[in-house]
């Protein structure tokens, strides 16, 4: 078999019809459009429009606020570090913000690291973050290690 030989299946395909070539071709005269108004004009774009009636994204209310001061952290888990110390790429003893990044366990440290208790801990981890959460610090001091946190807590900022 050739690429010559191939053929779509029988009433598969069917021919495009031609518009506006005569009134005997079933598509004549108006093409289909109807007559006059803006869609039988050429270059029609009213996507969105309702004819002058207010349109529905225009109606709806609109919800959410993102607060200009909101903070955007980062986050990795216990689990994540604990693979990456038996991996040799982190040195348990000081974890800090940069060595995360260096390590590749955190991309990008935007406005600080969170650290969060999904996973075990690894043993005597000394670790320098932006801010935990409760239980990820019970985590590593129940595994034996400190956690020191450089963020302001939820407490320091209602005062």
Sequence with gaps: ???????????????????????????????????????????????????????????????GFTAPSSKTHAWVNLGRIAKAVEAGNLDASDVTEATLVAAGLVRNVRDGVRLLAKGDAPKKLKITVTGASKAAVEAVEKAGGTVTITGKSKDAAAE
């Design 1 to 63: 078999m050739k690429l010559n030989d191939l053929s779509p299946a029988e009433g598969s395909t069917k021919k495009r019809m031609r518009v506006g070539r005569g009134v005997g071709s079933g598509k004549g005269k108006t093409a289909g459009r109807g007559v006059k108004g803006q869609n039988a004009r050429s270059g029609v774009a009213v996507n969105g429009f309702e004819g002058g009636q207010m349109p529905i994204y225009m109606r709806l209310p609109k919800r």
